[in-house]
C-alpha cells in the first residue's frame, strides 16, 4: 500500500489522468470524468493501493479542510448573476422544481427511516448533508459534513460517501436512458453523438492568473474562518464559515476585474476531481458491508430522496411539456452537480445544454449550501 502522503497525491493525480483519457478514447465517455474518478479510486482504495477512508491519510484531511472549499469559491467566480437568466426560464424552473423535490425527499426519506431512532443525534445534519449535495453536488456534501464534524463519526460518515456515490451513479445512468426512452425524436436521441469539451476543458494561464486566484480564495477562506469566529463570538450565534465563502465569491464574482481572471472554471474543476477521488477512496465496499442495519437505513433514505426528486423533476417537466433532455440535466445539476451535467449534456449530444448546465450547476453549488444548512437546522428543530 501506498502510505506516503506524496504517493497518494500522484496515485490521485494520475486516476484524475486516467479518468480524462477513459472519457475521451473510450465508450466510457457517456459518464463523465466525474464519475469515473470516484470509481477509479475506489478501485484503488479497496485493492489496498492507497488507503481507504476509514484507514484515513493526512492528504484526504488536507483536501477535505483546504481543497473542498477552495473549489467552491474557484467554481462561484465564473457566475454572473445577471447571466442565470441565460440558462432559461424552463431549465431555471425545472432545476428549482427538483431542488423542491429533494427537499421533499429527504423529509419523507426521514420520516420512511425514522432518524432520529435510526440514526442517531447527527440525523439532522445528514438530512442537511444530502439535501446540499442532492441540490448542487458532492461538494457541498463535504461542506457541511466538515461544518457539523460528522466525519469524526468514522462510521456514519463512510456510509454516507458509500450510499452518496451508489445512488450518485444509479442516478448518472438514469438519466442518460430516461431521455432515450421517452424523447419524441428517438432517432435523434439514439443517434446524438457525446461532446467531449475538450476545447471548453483547456485554457491558458499565466502565473499571475493562478496566484490571484489562490490569494482570493485563501484569503477568502482565511476570512470566513475569523468571521464565522467573530460573530459566534459576539452574538453567541453560528453561522457556518462555508456560508460566508459562499458569499464572498458570489460579490466577488460580480466585479468587472475579477471577471477577468483566467482560471476559474480550470482550477475549480481539478481541484473537484481531486475532491472526487478521494470521495472515491472513502467509499470502502469492505466496510459498508460491516456496517449492517445503518447501511440499509441510509440506503433507504437516500434512495427515497432520489427517486421523489426524479418524480417531481420530470414529472414537472411533463406538466411543462419540457423535452426530457432538458430534465434530465436539470436534474443532474441538482443530484450531481455542475460537472455531472455538463458531461450528460455532452453524452446526450446537447451542446446547447452545456452552457445552461454549467451556470445551474454553479448555481446549484451556491444554493445547495443555503438550503442544506436549513433544512440541517429544521430537521434538529
Not at 101 to 116: F, I, N, P, R, S
Request: aromatic share 8%; with cysteine; proline share 4%.
Amino acid at each position: 500500500m501506498f502510505d506516503s502522503p506524496l504517493a497518494i497525491v500522484a496515485v490521485l493525480g494520475l486516476n484524475v489522468l486516467i479518468s480524462e483519457w477513459l472519457v475521451r478514447r473510450t465508450v466510457l465517455r457517456h459518464f463523465g470524468t466525474a464519475l469515473l474518478v470516484i470509481v477509479v479510486t475506489a478501485v484503488c482504495a479497496n485493492v489496498g493501493m492507497i488507503p481507504t477512508g476509514a484507514l484515513g491519510s493526512p492528504v484526504y484531511s488536507g483536501v477535505f479542510t483546504y481543497l473542498a472549499p477552495l473549489s467552491i469559491f474557484w467554481l462561484l467566480l465564473p457566475i454572473r448573476l445577471k447571466d442565470v437568466a441565460r440558462a432559461g426560464g424552463p431549465m431555471i424552473t425545472l432545476f428549482l422544481i427538483g431542488s423542491l423535490g429533494t427537499m421533499l425527499g429527504v423529509w419523507l426519506g426521514m420520516t420512511l427511516v425514522d432518524g432520529a431512532e435510526s440514526i442517531g443525534p447527527q440525523h439532522a445534519a445528514l438530512g442537511g448533508m444530502f439535501t446540499g449535495t442532492y441540490i448542487g453536488g458532492s461538494v457541498n456534501f463535504n461542506a457541511l459534513a466538515i461544518e457539523y464534524d460528522v466525519q469524526e463519526d468514522g462510521l456514519l460518515y463512510t456510509a454516507a460517501v458509500a450510499v452518496d456515490n451508489i445512488w450518485t451513479a444509479v442516478w448518472m445512468v438514469a438519466t442518460i436512458a430516461i431521455p432515450r426512452l421517452f424523447a419524441r425524436r428517438r432517432v435523434t436521441a439514439k443517434d446524438a453523438k457525446p461532446d467531449l469539451g475538450i476545447e471548453d476543458d483547456t485554457e491558458t494561464l499565466h502565473p499571475a492568473d493562478i496566484g490571484m486566484l489562490l490569494a482570493l480564495g485563501a484569503g477568502a477562506i482565511a476570512f470566513s474562518e475569523m468571521a464565522a469566529g467573530w460573530i459566534e463570538r459576539s452574538f453567541d450565534f453560528g453561522v457556518p464559515s462555508i456560508l460566508i465563502t459562499t458569499t464572498i465569491a458570489l460579490i466577488a464574482a460580480q466585479i468587472p476585474a475579477v471577471q477577468k481572471i483566467a482560471g476559474c472554471r480550470l482550477l475549480g474543476m481539478f481541484a473537484v476531481y481531486v475532491f472526487l477521488a478521494v470521495i472515491g477512496a472513502y467509499c470502502d465496499i469492505g466496510e459498508l458491508a460491516r456496517i449492517g442495519d445503518l447501511g440499509v437505513t441510509l440506503f433507504l433514505f437516500a434512495g427515497t430522496i432520489v427517486i421523489v426528486h426524479g418524480a417531481v423533476t420530470f414529472g414537472g417537466a411533463k406538466i411543462l411539456r419540457q423535452p426530457m433532455s432538458l430534465a434530465a440535466v436539470a436534474s443532474q445539476a441538482n443530484i450531481g452537480g455542475g460537472t455531472s451535467a455538463l458531461a450528460l449534456a455532452r453524452s446526450l449530444g446537447r451542446s446547447d445544454l452545456v452552457l445552461p448546465a454549467i451556470l445551474i450547476g454553479s448555481l446549484g453549488t451556491a444554493l445547495g449550501n443555503y438550503l442544506g444548512f436549513l433544512v440541517a437546522g429544521i430537521l434538529g428543530g
